[in-house]
């Protein structure tokens, strides 16, 4: 018994070390996509907190709503200007929906708002 549970034990240790060996990472995969918020997920609007780079006014926000049947993205409410939502590698990215402003949401509730060529830090809910 003791020298079945040995075999088994390195069986299982060595499945982890050979070449088709993405276990760890397949978990770690799995792990963020549980437990990370996901932008527009039951079609909930997103609210942008953006440090604004104008020292005079501190923070702007921004409301991006699912609109046109979940088909766009539209700025400030339903009825506003649409725009579109692409995920580009693990980032969701909305253009279109605030004029000259691209919005680039990381799952974990954070990313950059793109003004041009600036990029400004942001925080999502």
Do not use: H
């Not at 549980?34 to 039951?42: G, K, M, R, S, V």
């Amino acid at each position: 018994m003791k020298y079945a549970l040995m075999t088994l034990a390195a069986a299982a240790v060595s499945a982890c070390t050979g070449p088709l060996a993405d276990g760890p990472n397949a978990t770690k995969a799995a792990f963020a996509d549980a437990f990370t918020d996901t932008p527009f997920e039951d079609g909930a609007a997103v609210t942008v907190l953006v440090r604004d780079t104008d020292p005079l006014r501190t923070i702007q926000t921004f409301n991006l709503v699912p609109c046109q049947g979940g088909k766009a993205v539209c700025g400030g409410s339903a009825r506003g200007a649409a725009g579109t939502l692409t995920l580009e590698g693990r980032q969701y990215v909305v253009r279109g929906a605030y004029t000259g402003r691209d919005f680039y949401l990381d799952p974990n509730g954070d990313g950059f708002m793109g003004r041009g060529t600036v990029l400004v830090p942001l925080a999502w809910n």
